[in-house]
T-cell receptor, first 115, second 110 residues
Framework: NAGVTQTPKFQVLKTGQSMTLQCAQDMNHEYMSWYRQDPGMGLRLIHY???????DQGEVPNGYNVSRSTTEDFPLRLLSAAPSQTSVYFC??????????????FGPGTRLTVL | GESVGLHLPTLSVQEGDNSIINCAYS??????FIWYKQESGKGPQFIID?????DKRQGQRVTVLLNKTVKHLSLQIAATQPGDSAVYFCAQSGGNDMRFGAGTRLTVKP
């Protein structure tokens, strides 16, 4: 199994540009999520999905959209990039939601810089 | 708002010693408390979790203690090895939400 894969690994955007961060998992996990990690801070939940066709907002959803058309894929879209969205983005998956079990498998991350 | 915080941002220990990483939390309604390890340039990796109705759980070389009276969580690593050097995050979950603390950087000196 490849686990959780993310593309691209690095991305530089100009303010106002849009882009999609890709995330895929091959473990047939129901739950998938997106986090951002800023220096000196822990991971903050952006959006999550408990299954295909179901998405919900996390702690910091503004400026991001998600969709879950298949079990495997969970793309994150930045609608109009802002410098405040400069961060490292992690996608994760698990068998079920954060309540139990808690063993989320994380991807390697996408480092995004917005100029 | 609710938060998960850490007492110390950095911890340095000698190889072979035991490490204790601490975490304070404020949301008493969480179902689980979890520890993750993050090595440089990688995504976080699950270490161990503990259900809110437990006070201790042991894994391989790791023990998590939960003190609900003072809202405190700790991770003990026995016989710390150089490979344990990383940033350690505590997190708490309830339903589908998970909140992470800021992290403690553990450095193991040879």
């Amino acid at each position: 199994n490849a686990g959780v894969t993310q593309t691209p690994k690095f991305q530089v955007l100009k303010t106002g540009q849009s882009m999609t961060l890709q995330c895929a998992q091959d473990m047939n996990h129901e739950y998938m999520s997106w986090y951002r990690q800023d220096p000196g801070m822990g991971l903050r939940l952006i959006h999550y999905s408990v299954g295909a066709g179901i998405t919900d907002q996390g702690e910091v959803p503004n400026g991001y959209n998600v969709s879950r058309s298949t079990t495997e894929d969970f793309p994150l879209r930045l609608l109009s990039a802002a410098p405040s969205q400069t961060s490292v983005y992690f996608c994760a998956s698990s068998y079920s939601g954060g309540g139990a079990p808690n063993e989320q498998f994380f991807g390697p991350g996408t480092r995004l810089t917005v100029l | 708002g609710e938060s998960v915080g850490l007492h110390l941002p950095t911890l340095s220990v000698q190889e072979g010693d035991n490490s204790i990483i601490n975490c304070a939390y404020s949301n008493s309604a969480s179902d689980y408390f979890i520890w993750y390890k993050q090595e440089s340039g990688k995504g976080p990796q699950f270490i161990i979790d503990i259900r809110s109705n437990m006070d201790k759980r042991q894994g391989q070389r790791v023990t998590v203690l939960l003190n609900k009276t003072v809202k405190h969580l700790s991770l003990q690593i026995a016989a710390t090895q150089p490979g344990d050097s990383a940033v350690y995050f505590c997190a708490q979950s309830g339903g589908n939400d998970m909140r992470f603390g800021a992290g403690t950087r553990l450095t193991v000196k040879p």
